[in-house]
């Protein structure tokens, strides 16, 4: 294999895995000065990964948990000026709305939080939904207005550009991997660190405690709704795990259940809907927008979380310093780029952004029996 030019920096770093948060590793290293070969047989934002899809629900709102609700506030600011550096707005500002159940407190919990860390809460009944959301029907509810839609294939796609413009090498599939050299097809490689962001694929290389699990999606045709698409918030009822999340680009809606599903594996498993859960996505469809009770099918799906015990992340190194970030549990997209910048900060060695303690692969809730609750 031809030796690779390092980056200003003098340090050589491999990043395994191209999806959202290998993309943004491998970014933040380049603005460190690192050279960077990224190993993905998938072209981003395409192949059987978990970053693919036109919509993501970006939330600030995560109950009692102030860290996560700080490093959702910081990721938003570097989506902002990620917008900047693609050249075109990359979260979709709708808002999120939370249907609050007297017996599940996270949305209150959410709204409460945020008050007691001085940012912007609000919860709204009936009236007020209707009267800002016609058509739009939901008790009590939080409302989250820095959430929003984020969409995958563009930011994948202009991620892909920009990393080539930024100098990335590429190759195609890791067939091993060690703390620091790779082997592909081409033999093995060695750099100063290496990054796994393998998604589903992680447990190949190292043991972590996670499980992949398959997950439901139904597309329902919105266009009936016209342009009141373009503002209607995400939407989740976090009880029953349904949630909605217009993607105003295709003039769909997509349904999905956040509760982990059965296990399965994005190699080999069907990607067919049962017809149990198309009726139950369009029964809460059609609860909270009875005009499209009998909207048409557009498209269904079934994508895998990675998820953990207790449905938190895992960053941390291995023993012999692989630095490995994976299990983000059906809710890492939001977080891509601060994740990618801290996963940067481990290969680098640098101090980081955020106390990644309570991610340890090690933590005692990841020994225990998943709560199979979503978060
Ligand atoms: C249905 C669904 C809905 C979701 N909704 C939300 C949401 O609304 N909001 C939110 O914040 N998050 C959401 N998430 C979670 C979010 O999408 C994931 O946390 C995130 O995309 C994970 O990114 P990743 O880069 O870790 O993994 P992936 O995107 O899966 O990337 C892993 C990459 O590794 C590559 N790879 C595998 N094996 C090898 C190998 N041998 N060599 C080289 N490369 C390899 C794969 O090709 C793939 O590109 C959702 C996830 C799913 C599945």
């Known amino acids: 294999m031809k030796p690779s030019q390092p980056g200003k920096l ?7 895995g191209g999806g959202v948060m290998g993309a943004f590793t491998a970014a933040n290293l380049l603005m460190s000065g690192a050279h960077v070969t990224l190993y ?3 072209a981003m934002g395409t192949g059987p990964g978990a970053s693919v899809d036109t919509g993501r629900s970006f939330r600030v709102h995560y109950g009692q948990d102030q860290q996560l609700i700080s490093m959702a506030v910081h990721s938003r600011r ?7 550096r693609l050249g075109r707005p990359l979260l979709h500002p709708t808002g999120k709305l939370l249907v609050e159940h007297s017996a599940d407190r996270h949305a209150f919990e959410s709204w409460q939080t945020m008050r007691k860390m001085g940012l912007h809460a609000e919860r709204l009944g009936k009236g007020r939904i209707a009267e800002e959301w016609p058509g739009f029907v939901a008790p009590n509810a939080t409302v989250d207005r820095m959430g929003g839609v984020l969409d995958p294939e563009v930011i994948l796609k202009g991620m892909s550009s920009w990393l080539g413009q930024a100098g990335l090498e590429r190759r195609k599939e890791a067939l091993d991997i060690k703390a620091k050299s790779v082997r592909c097809s081409l033999g093995w490689k060695d750099f100063d660190s290496v990054v796994v962001t393998t998604g589903a694929w992680t447990q190949r290389w190292v043991q972590v405690p996670m499980e992949v699990t398959r997950q ?3 597309y329902f045709d919105a266009t009936a709704l016209g342009d009141r698409l373009m503002n209607l918030p995400v939407f989740s009822d976090l009880q029953s795990g349904f949630y909605a999340i217009p993607t105003v680009k295709d003039g769909r809606i997509k349904v999905a259940n956040h509760h982990p599903g059965p296990a399965g594996h994005p190699d080999g498993d069907s990607r067919k809907v049962t017809p149990e859960f198309r009726t139950a996505a369009r029964a809460f469809l059609a609860q909270h927008l009875p005009e499209l009770a009998n909207a048409e099918e557009a498209w269904e799906y079934v994508c895998f ?7 938190d992340f895992i960053l941390d190194r291995t023993a012999d ?3 490995v970030g994976a299990g983000f549990s059906g809710h890492g997209f939001k977080f891509g780029p601060l994740i990618g910048r801290l996963l940067a900060q481990m290969a680098l060695k640098q101090t980081l952004d955020v106390d990644v303690a309570r991610f340890s692969m090690h933590r005692n809730a990841l020994q225990e029996e998943s709560t199979r609750l979503a978060v």
């Open 40 to 42: 993905d047989p998938h």
């Open 216 to 218: 439901q999606l139904v």
């Open 321 to 323: 310093g692989l630095v």
């Open 305 to 311: 979380y990675s998820g953990t015990a207790d449905r």
């Open 78 to 84: 570097l989506w902002s000026e990620w917008s900047v």
């Open 10 to 16: 003098g340090v050589h770093v491999a990043v395994v």
